[in-house]
């Protein structure tokens, strides 16, 4: 069950004007400053999210948050372009819950020091998981199936994740076969719908 504000916090808050912190505190998705991707501050719905309590989260490097390791590295760099040009950037991605539960996360990221976008960066987490349940794919699976879900063909997904064009239909493939299903379309379906507004790279201006 979600934590509920206190109203004397909330009467408090009211009282000295402080609404930023209000908003920050209760806002309805997770929110998270980042210094080179250790985690600075978090809101009550981030903690939530992920099960921890704030002191579990804070200082703490991004990493554990993720099903791997290796899934943490190769997401460094994958906004950089678009954080350094000034504009929001978001995906979605799988991750990691105090429980062990793998979950989708809406994920969109603003930088403050675009030359160097992971310096120090906000980010907003929302959970899909009500829409999107997890189901057991591989960790290049879910990788390409995120990309596909950006609007990005097979070769674009070949180049940002340095693989040949054949090996990102194979996986494209396995993720139709495991589904059932005969296109892109009806894999989205099945995984959950991320087409329509959501496929974009820029928030609209």
């Not at 349940?133 to 390409?144: D, N, S």
């Not at 059932?180 to 928030?203: E, M």
Request: overall charge neutral; proline content about 4%.
């Amino acid at each position: 069950m979600e934590q509920q504000p206190c109203s004397d916090t909330l009467d408090q808050l009211f009282g000295a004007g402080d609404l930023a912190k209000l908003a920050f505190e209760f806002a309805p998705v997770g929110i998270v400053v980042t210094e080179n991707r250790v985690l600075r501050e978090c809101n009550q719905r981030f903690c939530q999210m992920f099960r921890y309590t704030h002191a579990e989260l804070v200082d703490q490097l991004f990493a554990f948050l993720y099903p791997s390791e290796e899934e943490f590295q190769n997401l460094e760099t994958r906004g950089d372009k678009i954080l350094s040009q000034g504009n929001p950037y978001w995906d979605e991605r799988v991750m990691r819950r105090k429980t062990g539960e793998l979950f989708w996360v809406r994920v969109r990221g603003h930088t403050f020091t675009p030359d160097t976008p992971l310096g120090r960066a906000v980010w907003s987490f929302a959970d899909l998981s009500t829409q999107r349940p997890y189901l057991p794919l591989t960790r290049r699976e879910r990788e390409v199936y995120s990309l596909l879900g950006e609007g990005q063909t097979s070769k674009e997904i070949a180049r940002t994740l340095n693989l040949s064009y054949r090996t990102v239909e194979v996986h494209r493939a396995r993720l139709l076969k495991k589904m059932g299903v005969n296109n892109t379309a009806s894999l989205f379906s099945s995984l959950g719908d991320i087409g329509g507004d959501h496929v974009v790279r820029n928030a609209p201006s």
